[in-house]
């Protein structure tokens, strides 16, 4: 379990190189960007094929599981999407970023599992620290004229944690099924793409590079590795550790050279990394019992 946990935290790490390269990546539309990274993401699953030949054929997946997976990744970036063109960013992105604490509340739903005051406290931790990121230490200032938006990012908070949650009930399913979600996505994002906008190709190399790292990582290999680690690893410990994303993304643009380090950040690791720990409480401590004197 704790294996699957940090693989499935590896997805967290990779998520958080989401800004750094979509900042890099340029002027591109959102749901081109979305089209063409899925379909690097679907390659990046039809590449692993070639180590997993034994893979369970398409045909024998449930098909309450394709429509699990595809509302998962397309309609939680449809609805993000659509959610930014309704709603000032710092809002909507907060209420967008409630997932991990519900995949720690509903993971009490969950056959076998557990829930905890600590799961509870530590989810509550770093959403607090997510806020001091978010909102870079102002204040949140909700509109009832946004509450088109505000809905669109709670219903991306539902999806994602829904998708997470429900994956798990599935743990049969092997991973590779991934990879056509992502196709699927990639579908899907392009027909919303020829009808809303105008398509901008990459300017130069380093976009390019920007939209290939993007496709393999953050919208690729992170959504395997996420699959992975919600179907075998400690829910609760990563839905409270998936807190560290938006921390994470600020310390990459940090290191980049694209923000400032401030104490406001420096409570946001303490509180985010708190959170993480006091989460994965019983996880540590019966890793340690097992370790001989």
Not at 245 to 253: E, M, N
Request: charged share 10%; net charge positive.
């Amino acid at each position: 379990m704790a294996r699957a946990t940090l693989i499935g935290f590896s997805a967290v790490a990779m998520w958080a190189l989401l800004a750094l390269l979509t900042d890099a990546s340029g002027t591109m539309p959102p749901f081109q960007l979305s089209a063409l990274t899925f379909a690097i993401g679907t390659c990046v699953g039809l590449a692993a094929r070639l180590f997993a030949p034994a893979a369970p054929k398409a045909e024998k997946i449930p098909p309450v599981v394709w429509l699990i997976g595809i509302a998962g990744l397309f309609g939680y970036h449809f609805f993000y999407f659509t959610a930014l063109r309704n709603a000032p960013a710092v809002e909507a992105s907060l209420i967008a970023y409630l997932w991990p604490l519900l995949i720690v509340l509903g993971s009490a739903l969950m056959p076998g599992e557990k829930l905890a005051w600590h799961h509870i406290a530590g989810a509550l931790l770093g959403l607090c620290g997510t806020v001091l990121i978010v909102t870079k230490g102002g204040s949140l200032d909700f509109d009832a004229r946004y509450a088109f938006g505000y809905a669109m990012a709670a219903v991306c908070a539902l999806l994602w944690s829904a998708y997470s949650l429900l994956s798990r009930r599935f743990a049969a399913v092997p991973t590779s099924i991934v990879t056509w979600f992502c196709a699927a996505t990639s579908v899907l994002s392009l027909a919303c793409h020829l009808m809303l906008e105008q398509t901008v190709w990459p300017a130069d190399a380093g976009q390019w590079l920007a939209v290939l790292g993007l496709g393999l990582m953050p919208v690729g290999a992170a959504f395997y590795a996420w699959d992975i680690g919600v179907k075998r690893g400690n829910i609760q410990v990563l839905g409270a550790a998936s807190y560290a994303a938006p921390l994470l993304s600020t310390l990459v643009l940090i290191a980049a050279g694209f923000a400032q380090p401030s104490l406001r950040i420096l409570a946001a690791c303490v509180l985010i990394t708190g959170g993480a720990v006091l989460a994965a409480k019983s996880l540590i401590l019966r890793k340690s019992e097992r370790v001989p004197a």
